[in-house]
C-alpha cells in the first residue's frame, strides 16, 4: 500500500493506493473527523460487484451508510440529476453531519464532487474510484462538473475531495475497453512528464492489459503522483501547468463531440488527439519522426485505436471551434519537445491542424 | 466617494459607495480586465428605474450589455431558474469572456453569484445592490446560494465578487418597508460591533427614513466596512468571528419560516429575532434592562415591529429545529454583553429559549 500527499494547504488530502484495501476506508475516513453519515453515490453494476465490500469496510468503522443508485450513463452528469439526488440526500440528512461518497468511474466522481460542492456551500467527500481512469486521472485534483446540452461539463467547481482511496483490486473486474480508455491517459503521463515510465509502459503493456499485479498497482500509484505533483502547483489552471495534462485534449474532445460520444469513448479519443498533437509538434520542427513513431506503436499495441473512422475533418474542426469558447478565441495546443517534455504553443495555423488531422482519417 | 478594500489576498476587492455613482462601474470593471461582455441579471422593475444609467455606464466603457430579466420574487432563487438563465446565458457567451453583474437585492445576488460560481467552474462577477439590505449585507462576502424546497440557502458556495458598487442614490426608489427591512442589519452591525454607530442611529434615524444624504451614504458606509472586516478574518465562518453577524438570524429565520415567507420579511423576522437574543442574553445574565431597551427602542422607531403576530410559539420553535440542521444537533446563539459586544453561547436551554420568545408574543 502507498500513500501519497496531495499538498493544498488547508485542501491538502491523500491518495491511499493498494490491492484489496478497500476495507480500510472507514478507518481513513474517521482520522479525519468529518461525520459518520455515509452518502454513498454509486450504479446498481458497481454496487452489486464491490457494494458489499464498501459497506462492511464502513459499517465496520461505525459508519451510517446509505446508497443512492443513478443510472450508468454521461446523462447522468446533468443539473437535474444533481438536484433530484441533493433531494434524496436531505431526507438522510437530519441534523447530522452528512459525507459524500463517490464510488465509481468519471462521470459518478464528476456528478458527486459537484454535488458535494454547493451543497450547503460545501461538505466533506471522498473519492472511491472504480475505473482505471478514474483512478489515474479524473478522481484525482478537484475537478467536478456536471454537462449541459450547450457543452460537456459546463457547470462545475474546483473542490477537492478530503481522501482518494484506489483499490487496483476493483480493476480486475474491468472489461478490456474501460482498461484501454484509461491506458490513454496513462501513456499521455509517460507523454508529458515521464520518460522512464513510458519506457516501462513500452515494456510491460501487456501485463497491464491482463491486469497482472505489480503492474496495475504500480502505473496506478506513478500517474497518481505525477498528477498530484501538477495539481499542487497550479489547482485552478491558472498557471499554466496544468494546462499540460490537456495534451491529446483540444482535438481528443473535438473528435468525442464530432462522433457524438458513442464512435469513441473518452480515452480512445484522446489516443487520436494525442497523434495528432504528435504531428503538429513534428510540422512545427519541435520532435523528430522516432518520438511520434514510440508513441504511435504503444498506442496500437495496447489496442487504442491510430486512425479515425467514419467521422470527417471538417466535423472535427466544427466541433474544436464549440470547445474552444472555453478559452477564449485563441488556440492553444499542448504539444511535446520530445518522451517526458511537454510544452504549450497558441496560434497554431488552421491549415496545419487540418493537414496533421487529416493523416489520421480513414 | 469611498472605496474599501476586503482583503482575501488574491480574491480581494473593492467594495465603491457613493451617491450617483453608478456611471462609474464600466470604468471600475475595465481596471480589472476580466472581459467586456456584461450579462447583466435583474429584474423588469429595476431595469426599468435604472437600467438606461446601468447601461449607459457600461457602454460608455466599451462593454457589451445583455440584460436578464428574472421574476422580482424569492421562488427565483431557485436550481430551475439557475439553469434556465446559465442556457441563456451560453447562447450569448461566443468564445468570449463573460461577466456577471447583479443588478439588484438579495435575491438577485446570492442567484448571480451562484452562477457565477459553477459557470465553467467559475467566471467573475459583479455586485450591484439596489437594495439597503443587499448594500450592507448580502452584496458583500461572497455567499451565494439557491434555495431548496427543503430549505432556504441549502445549495450554494463562497464564491467571492470582484467589485461591489453601491450607489446610495438607488435607495431613493426604495418604499419604507424596504428600508426597514434593511435598517433590521444596520442596527445588527451597531449592536454586535460598534456602540459609537448604535449611538449615531438613534439620533439620526428619522434622516435615514426620510432617505437623506449623507446619512444614508454614512450608514452603508460604516456598515459595508464591519462586514469587510468580519469577513476578511473568517471567510468561510470557520472561525466563529463571521458568526456573529448571525445575531438575531437563529431565532429570526425560525420566525420567518413560522410565517412561511410572508407574516414578516427578512428584516422585520431579525429584528423580533435580535429582541429575544437580547433576553436570552438577560436572563444567562450577560447584559442589562437599560441595554436591551436602548436596543428595542431603536427597533421600534424605526418602525420594525416589538411583537410577534399570529405565529405561535411552537411553530417557531418547530421551525428553529428544522433550521438546526446546518449547525449539526447543539444549537449557537450569538448574545450581547453590551452595546457593540457580541458572544457566541452554546447549548442554550430550550426553556429559557421559549420563555424569551414568549415574552414577545401577542
Known sequence: MHILKLNLKKHSYSII????????LGRYI?????????YVITNASIKKKHGRLLNNGLKQSGFNVRFK??????????????SSIIKDMTLYDRGRRVLIIAFGGGVIGDLAGFIASIYKRGIPYTQVPTTLLAQVDSGIGGKTAVDLTQGKNLLGAFYQPRLVLSDVGLLKTLNIR???????????????????????????????????MPALEF?????????????????????GIRTILNFGHTIGHAIEAAGRYKRYNHGQAIALGMLIACDISKKLGLTNNTTVERIENLIKKVGLP??????????????HYRDKKFMGLKNKFVLIKGIGKAVIRKNIPLKIIKESIKIYLI
Chains 1, 2 share one sequence.
Open 17 to 24: 493506493i493498494g490491492n484489496n484495501i478497500i476495507n480500510l
Open 30 to 38: 474517521l482520522k479525519l473527523n468529518i461525520g459518520r453519515d455515509a
Open 69 to 82: 443508485l443513478i443510472p450508468d450513463t454521461e446523462k447522468s452528469k446533468s443539473i437535474e440529476m444533481a
Open 178 to 212: 474501460q482498461i484501454q480508455s484509461g491506458l490513454a491517459e496513462v501513456i499521455k503521463y509517460g507523454v508529458i512528464k515521464d520518460a522512464e515510465f513510458f519506457t516501462y509502459l513500452e515494456k510491460n503493456y501487456q501485463d497491464i492489459l491482463d491486469l497482472k
Open 219 to 239: 502505473i496506478v500509484m506513478r500517474c497518481s503522483g505525477i498528477k498530484a505533483k501538477i495539481v499542487q502547483q497550479d489547482e485552478r489552471e491558472e498557471k
Open 306 to 319: 491510430t486512425k479515425i473512422e467514419k467521422i470527417s475533418g471538417p466535423d472535427i474542426i466544427k466541433a
